[in-house]
């Protein structure tokens, strides 16, 4: 039996509930606080909708379950109806583990989560630790990248409902990977958000780049908060979800004493305890800011910390973009240099306080020299990083086989918890471009429109030439294009690739210099055409010899020598791209101590 229902309408006079199957309305009880409460419990699987002051119905804002899209009924679930498989699981963190983000719309043919179990076994044996998922509360239409999501407690029902995401969580359990969840907090999309009739969900105290702020610090802001962690925690309790990843939080505007990312953290530890395994939170921010994973009984520069367990790092990315592609535009501007790599490898931000060129002003701050950096997520793509190009295209459109294996290996062999996109492995060739299915004509015709005005105002003209046309985010061919091909993985190309990323995992689960998060045991030196990027233990501030890898980053399609010194026996060569990748491997010559590494082209090479 479904617990009595809720609902949080403290501005009406009258909230009646609406059963569709019958058609009949029952008036709820009015509560303290400006809730109202049904008489009576629901059985499982029916259908309800609220009515407020005698309007049109509307769904739940804590609603479950969305069957028949975002403006219909809500429909009750039983979370504790699924005969949950995962007692044996002990969890995983993310710190330094492998992450692997994925779409759930586009990562297999039926683009549903039953059938992304199906692949569960490849990202296993790839050596993946944590699945990824891209947002799946429930929006307007049938397909879109989740990140307008209206029903924030419902999964969507094009990728399954609210079952088939436990089923996906117990059989990725089953194969040892932890779930992380995509949650989007800041806003809200445009088709089907309702919440505003129901209370002081929003305010136009602050402002975001989606219009008014959601309501952390106004009036009625308890209660809106509260709708944010205890959603965040029921993911973790009825979904035996591992981790969640927050969407943009500096976009989480909130003046109060208690800032709501420390609540949350505060929240989720608490239940981390009562449940006996770790659960992580990860935040996307754009601030550079360290606070953002300080604990929240600490300070970093005076003010409290956020606790978050992690956060994307996104000047890796850029720095690494840069140097191998040569595009400079718009947040690109201040990247490009092997030695702001190198930065980006030792510092996390290489925006820490310094003048960005792009903002226009001094933006970030430096990181402790001591903080961990597998606190620091980092990649060569992921969704944003791909799907916001004009032509949702991936860096293999221009980097030869060689020049990805430097991307691969900076990612999985530097200080940070690595993230991979879906098909990255196997140098997949599909773009993912931006996507959406909206109902509404306006709304249609309006994000088509927007589209096509930030192809001009990106300076994308200047990288693929004036007369491309972008995608119609609407078109439902801009979709399908985006759907991983699998047969790719199976050609010579692909298996080498995917060969390669196998044993650069490996590498992380054998080499404790490498899955050390310690970034003061981390050096990066540039020569001609090459980064030597140097893993060890630290003594006294310096790097020991004993137990370093070194691996050689050739950037340049000709020979790049570069000697590496090593005290004691000379190091030996555990992995050459070239030789993988079915090219001229590389070539050693130890002597008196130092070793000369000759990489004949772009790629890599790792020796111990």
């Keep these: 039996m479904t617990p009595t229902l809720r609902v949080w309408a403290p501005r009406v006079s009258r909230v009646d509930l609406f059963l569709p199957t019958s058609g009949s309305t029952e008036p709820m009880t009015a509560?303290?606080?400006?809730?109202?409460?049904?008489?009576?419990?629901?059985?499982?699987?029916?259908?309800?909708?609220?009515?407020?002051?005698?309007?049109?119905?509307?769904?739940?804002?804590?609603?479950?379950?969305?069957?028949?899209?975002?403006?219909?009924?809500?429909?009750?679930?039983?979370?504790?109806?699924?005969?949950?498989?995962?007692?044996?699981?002990?969890?995983?963190?993310?710190?330094?583990?492998?992450?692997?983000?994925?779409?759930?719309?586009?990562?297999?043919?039926?683009?549903?989560?039953?059938?992304?179990v199906g692949r569960l076994d490849h990202l296993a044996d790839l050596g993946v630790d944590v699945v990824e998922l891209m947002p799946l509360a429930a929006f307007g239409g049938h397909h879109g990248?989740?990140?307008?999501?209206?029903?924030?407690?419902?999964?969507?029902?094009?990728?399954?409902?609210?079952?088939?995401?436990?089923?996906?969580?117990?059989?990725?359990?089953a194969r040892g990977l932890a779930v992380c969840l995509d949650v989007v907090d800041n806003h809200l999309g445009p088709s089907g958000n309702y919440l505003a009739e129901f209370g002081p969900y929003f305010t136009d105290r602050h402002h975001t780049p989606w219009g008014a702020a959601v309501n952390l610090d106004g009036d009625g802001a308890a209660e809106v908060r509260a709708f944010v962690i205890e959603k965040a925690l029921r993911?973790?309790?009825?979904?035996?979800?591992?981790?969640?990843?927050?969407?943009?939080?500096?976009?989480l505007v909130d003046d109060s004493p208690q800032h709501l990312l420390a609540e949350l953290s505060d929240a989720v530890a608490t239940l981390a305890k009562e449940v006996g395994r770790p659960l992580s939170l990860v935040a996307e921010s754009d601030a550079n800011d360290p606070r953002t994973v300080t604990p929240t009984g600490e300070a970093f520069q005076g003010r409290p910390g956020y606790g978050m367990t992690a956060q994307w790092a996104d000047d890796v990315h850029h720095a690494l973009h840069t140097l191998l592609t040569g595009e400079r535009h718009g947040y690109y501007d201040d990247f490009g240099a092997p030695e702001t790599l190198a930065k980006a490898l030792t510092g996390a931000f290489v925006h820490d306080g310094g003048w960005s060129t792009f903002?226009?002003?001094?933006?970030?701050?430096?990181?402790?020299?001591?903080?961990?950096?597998?606190?620091?997520?980092?990649?060569?793509?992921?969704?944003?990083?791909?799907?916001?190009?004009?032509?949702?295209?991936?860096?293999?459109?221009?980097?030869?086989?060689?020049?990805?294996?430097?991307?691969?290996?900076?990612?999985?062999?530097?200080?940070?918890?690595?993230?991979l996109f879906m098909g990255e492995e196997w140098g997949a060739t599909t773009p993912f471009l931006y996507f959406s299915d909206h109902e509404e004509p306006e709304l249609a015709a309006a994000i088509s429109r927007g589209r096509a005005r930030e192809f001009g105002g990106h300076g994308w003209a200047e990288l693929y030439g004036a007369d491309v046309t972008v995608p119609d985010p609407q078109a439902r061919e801009t979709f399908e294009a985006s759907r991983l091909d699998w047969a790719e993985a199976r050609s010579d190309d692909g298996r080498r690739m995917l060969g390669l990323y196998r044993a650069l995992v490996r590498l992380r689960r054998t080499e404790p210099a490498i899955a050390s998060g310690d970034r003061r045991a981390t050096t990066v030196r540039?020569?001609?055409?090459?980064?030597?990027?140097?893993?060890?233990?630290?003594?006294?501030?310096?790097v020991e010899r004993g137990g370093r890898v070194d691996v050689v980053l050739a950037l340049e399609e000709r020979p790049v020598s570069v000697v590496v010194e090593h005290d004691g026996e000379p190091p030996r060569l555990v992995l050459d791209s070239a030789a993988v990748l079915?090219?001229?491997?590389?070539?050693?010559?130890?002597?008196?101590?130092?070793?000369?590494?000759?990489?004949?082209?772009?790629?890599i090479a790792v020796l111990r």
């Design 359 to 419: 903002r226009d002003k001094p933006w970030g701050a430096p990181v402790p020299p001591g903080l961990d950096g597998r606190r620091f997520v980092v990649c060569s793509q992921n969704h944003d990083q791909v799907g916001n190009r004009a032509l949702g295209d991936r860096p293999s459109r221009v980097l030869a086989p060689g020049a990805l294996a430097v991307s691969a290996a900076v990612v999985l062999l530097g200080p940070f918890t690595p993230m």
């Design 145 to 173: 990248w989740g990140y307008d999501g209206v029903a924030l407690w419902a999964v969507h029902e094009s990728y399954g409902g609210p079952s088939a995401l436990q089923r996906f969580v117990d059989a990725a359990h």
């Design 526 to 542: 540039v020569e001609d055409g090459a980064v030597v990027l140097t893993r060890g233990a630290v003594e006294g501030g310096a």
């Design 31 to 116: 509560d303290d606080g400006g809730w109202w409460s049904t008489p009576r419990p629901l059985l499982p699987g029916t259908d309800y909708a609220f009515s407020l002051d005698g309007g049109p119905p509307r769904p739940d804002p804590r609603s479950p379950w969305q069957p028949v899209g975002v403006h219909g009924p809500s429909r009750t679930f039983d979370a504790a109806a699924h005969p949950w498989a995962d007692a044996a699981w002990a969890g995983r963190d993310v710190l330094g583990a492998v992450t692997y983000e994925l779409h759930v719309g586009t990562f297999t043919p039926e683009g549903t989560l039953d059938a992304a």
């Design 582 to 603: 079915g090219t001229d491997p590389a070539a050693v010559e130890s002597r008196l101590g130092a070793t000369t590494v000759t990489v004949r082209g772009a790629g």
């Design 235 to 251: 993911w973790f309790r009825d979904f035996h979800v591992d981790a969640l990843r927050l969407d943009a939080v500096h976009a």
